[in-house]
């Protein structure tokens, strides 16, 4: 079994960057894609950002796109979203997730493995 573990989340003001993190042992071996998905309060969860495991190809929702950086690395067993430009739009509980079957699709439901979730404020 793979246990994602993020870290990183906290406030910032809108125009500010953070960058999360996630660890997860051995992820390389089973899976095909690691991804972020968010959730606001009162709204759906949705998918973020996804990375081939084994490759360099990333994905990104339409409204990340040129914001967000998705990255990971190997050695160190984790993956990375660097978060640039947030607005208050933006804030959620963030999510890591290992898995998925096609990564660009970007579909949670393929996604096996979940962390407990960093929170990501951000005030205007």
């Known amino acids: 079994q793979i246990h994602p573990v993020e870290s990183g989340g906290g406030s910032v003001q809108a125009g500010g960057s953070l960058t999360l993190s996630c660890t997860a042992s051995?992820?390389?071996?089973?899976?095909?894609?690691m991804a972020w998905f968010r959730q606001a309060p009162g709204k759906e969860r949705e998918a973020v950002a996804s990375?081939?495991?084994?490759?360099?190809?990333?994905f990104y929702a339409d409204s990340v796109k040129g914001r967000f950086t998705i990255s990971q690395n190997v050695a160190n067993e984790s993956v990375y979203l660097r978060m640039n430009n947030l607005q208050t739009e933006d804030t959620a509980m963030y999510y890591c997730?290992?898995?998925?079957?096609?990564?660009?699709?970007?579909?949670?439901?393929?996604?096996?493995?979940w962390g407990q979730g960093t929170q990501v404020t951000v005030s205007s």
């Open positions: 997730a290992a898995g998925g079957l096609i990564c660009s699709d970007l579909d949670a439901k393929f996604y096996s493995y």
């Open positions: 990375i081939v495991t084994r490759g360099l190809d990333t």
């Open positions: 051995k992820y390389t071996y089973t899976t095909n894609c």
